[in-house]
């Protein structure tokens, strides 16, 4: 009545009209909210381009390091092989070698040509006793029916019956192969190029290289096809599950094997060494010679000289790796404002944990090597 009203009239009519009704501040409270959250948004969107700025800064901050990195990691191993270099007596003396090995080929073909013959009846006798055990199936390969076969038996039964007989004469055909088929064209190679040849006795300079910095997955794609497809094959691609530089490491590997095998396989290259009974006559030299001489520690290389082929390249890698590594330590100890690699590369090599490498260096475990990454 003291406002003028009239009885009975609505609560909202009775509110003092400088006073705003509850539904005009909730719209505005909504139309600020909107405002808060669109700045917020705003403030979000420029942070992340901020922090997207900053990445690409870092990232191309790494990559101009790896770059240099890399730069002086070429330039220290040019020199390093410049200082080794054989002059023209050495490799006068080279192609001499390259004659004799040419000789020892035909010898060690006919070789182990006679080591599969008198193998090939005990072959024939294991695979009829797998058979009978309906553990050899006729659509499968021998050695796909070999790893099966272990598989049951359990490990290192390949070097006891009724396996033996199996890998014994993989064993002799495969050294067949090598010698009929692959050392041929490279003895050929060296003798038709006494200036420039595949120089089995020189020293291996090279250190591990850090992983390049990670690059968007638009151009990783792009990259892991013309590196790791194209190049080194659908094999070492499956090998290393897609990782260049695990790639790149693997085929280090099988070509560090390769010269090791090539020198190791010739009387004119290595002497005596060459005479391995191990590679001559097989896997059939484990149980009667190389297991006793040894005892349990069969993967030391205790027994060099009578150690198989599997047991002989596993040390072979390790032995690669280890060296390698030193060489790594004391170059990066040298230059510690380059970029170092990375320490899970040290765990296996320069490999990812699933290659085919990794795999053959976990086989036996090596010492830390965690201390050799800090600088200094």
């Not at 101009?64 to 200082?83: D, F, N, P, S, Y």
């Not at 890698?317 to 320490?343: C, G, Y």
């Amino acid at each position: 009545k003291c406002l003028g009203s009239p009885p009975g009239a609505p609560l909202r009519e009775l509110v003092h009209p400088h006073v705003r009704p509850a539904a005009a501040m909730g719209g505005r409270a909504s139309r600020e909210a909107a405002i808060d959250a669109s700045r917020a948004e705003a403030v979000a969107a420029a942070g992340m381009k901020e922090a997207q700025a900053a990445a690409e800064r870092l990232r191309e901050g790494q990559l101009e390091l790896w770059q240099e990195t890399i730069a002086a990691v070429e330039g220290h191993e040019r020199e390093q092989w410049e200082k080794i270099t054989p002059g023209c007596c050495r490799l006068t003396l080279y192609w001499i070698q390259m004659v004799g090995c040419s000789v020892e080929m035909f010898l060690r073909n006919g070789y182990h040509a006679v080591a599969c013959i008198l193998a090939f009846p005990f072959y024939l006798l294991a695979v009829g006793y797998l058979r009978r055990r309906k553990l050899w199936v006729a659509t499968l390969t021998a050695e796909e029916n070999l790893r099966k076969a272990v598989k049951i038996y359990g490990k290192d039964s390949q070097y006891h019956w009724p396996l033996l007989p199996i890998e014994q004469l993989s064993h002799h055909q495969l050294w067949f192969l090598m010698f009929f088929n692959y050392f041929p064209s490279l003895i050929w190679h060296n003798l038709a190029n006494p200036g420039r040849p595949f120089f089995a006795d020189g020293q291996d300079v090279s250190i591990y290289r850090p992983k390049k910095p990670k690059i968007p997955q638009r151009i990783m794609v792009t990259t892991f096809g013309d590196c790791c497809h194209e190049i080194c094959g659908v094999l070492c691609n499956a090998c290393c599950k897609g990782c260049c530089s695990a790639c790149d490491h693997c085929c280090e590997m099988v070509f560090t094997l390769g010269i090791r095998y090539f020198r190791s396989s010739f009387v004119c290259l290595s002497g005596y060494r060459a005479l391995q009974c191990g590679a001559l006559c097989g896997p059939c030299v484990r149980g009667c010679c190389y297991d006793p001489c040894v005892g349990g520690k069969t993967e030391q290389g205790l027994c060099r000289m009578c150690e198989v082929d599997e047991i002989r390249s596993r040390r072979w890698i390790r032995e690669a790796h280890d060296e390698k590594m030193q060489r790594t330590a004391t170059f990066f100890d040298a230059h510690p404002e380059l970029m170092r690699p990375d320490p899970e590369y040290f765990d296996v090599g320069r490999g990812s944990a699933g290659s085919m490498m990794a795999r053959l260096l976990l086989e036996e475990a090596s010492p830390p090597q965690e201390q050799m990454l800090k600088p200094g």
